[in-house]
């Protein structure tokens, strides 16, 4: 079994739409929880970090952890075709300063379409 | 302030033969990452570096892969000999040592036949 599992793409909506992204995840001990932004030939860049449980709000990006279901999402409002990209979730056991592992998730190819 | 930079951001090789990455971080960064990213998939942490020590190389096939920072600065990945299976997109990542951000490079491209 994979540590994260993340919903498998490609998810394609109109713009305007809300979107949901979700992942699960098996190990206990990550405390670190981010969602990363990886437009074609790009690598990837942050967009949310999150420790813990609870809600992080970020203009029309919204996080949300659960870790007593080890499930998090993220929330894309009003979305535009500039969302369209692969969004990972990503989470380590220990805060990013101690230099701890990522564990990325697969990965969700997103379409908006104009 | 400049990015991450990587080169090459392609290269085309043949099963058996060698290849090298290389990677400078963002100025002032001392922990650098290297990922592997098979198509797909998410990436895969190789190794991380803090400084020119290495914190963690678990998950670096060592029979084949080497990487180095020998001023704590810039890197190098290596392969040698390449598998069909090495075709992925090798990323590379930055940190401060007191940031909670890792700031990834475009990728090298690397394909194998």
């Known amino acids: 079994q994979k540590e994260v599992e993340q919903d498998p793409g490609p998810l394609s909506v109109p713009e305007g739409a809300i979107v949901s992204l979700n992942c699960t995840y098996s190990n206990s001990a990550f405390q670190y929880f981010m969602w990363y932004r990886q437009y074609s030939r790009k690598g990837p860049e942050l967009l949310m970090y999150?420790?813990?449980?609870g809600n992080k709000e970020d203009g029309r990006f919204t996080a949300q952890v659960d870790k007593s279901s080890k499930y998090i999402s993220l929330f894309i409002r009003d979305s535009q075709p500039s969302d369209s990209a692969t969004y990972l979730c990503a989470m380590s056991a220990l805060g990013e300063t101690s230099g701890s592992r990522l564990t990325f998730g697969e990965g969700t190819q997103l379409t908006v379409n104009p | 302030e400049a990015g991450v930079a990587q080169s090459p951001r392609y290269k085309i090789i043949e099963k058996r033969q060698s290849v090298a990455f290389w990677c400078n971080p963002i100025s002032g960064h001392a922990t650098l990452y290297w990922y592997q990213q098979i198509l797909g998939q998410g990436p895969k942490l190789l190794i991380q570096f803090q400084n020119n020590g290495v914190v963690d190389d678990s998950q670096l096939p060592k029979d084949r892969f080497s990487a180095e920072r020998l001023k704590g600065v810039d890197s190098t990945l290596k392969i040698q000999p390449a598998k069909l299976e090495d075709s992925a997109v090798y990323l590379c990542?930055?940190?401060?040592?007191?940031?909670?951000?890792?700031?990834f490079g475009p990728g090298t491209r690397l394909l194998v036949l």
């Open positions: 999150t420790y813990s449980s």
């Open positions: 990542a930055s940190s401060s040592t007191t940031g909670s951000t890792q700031y």
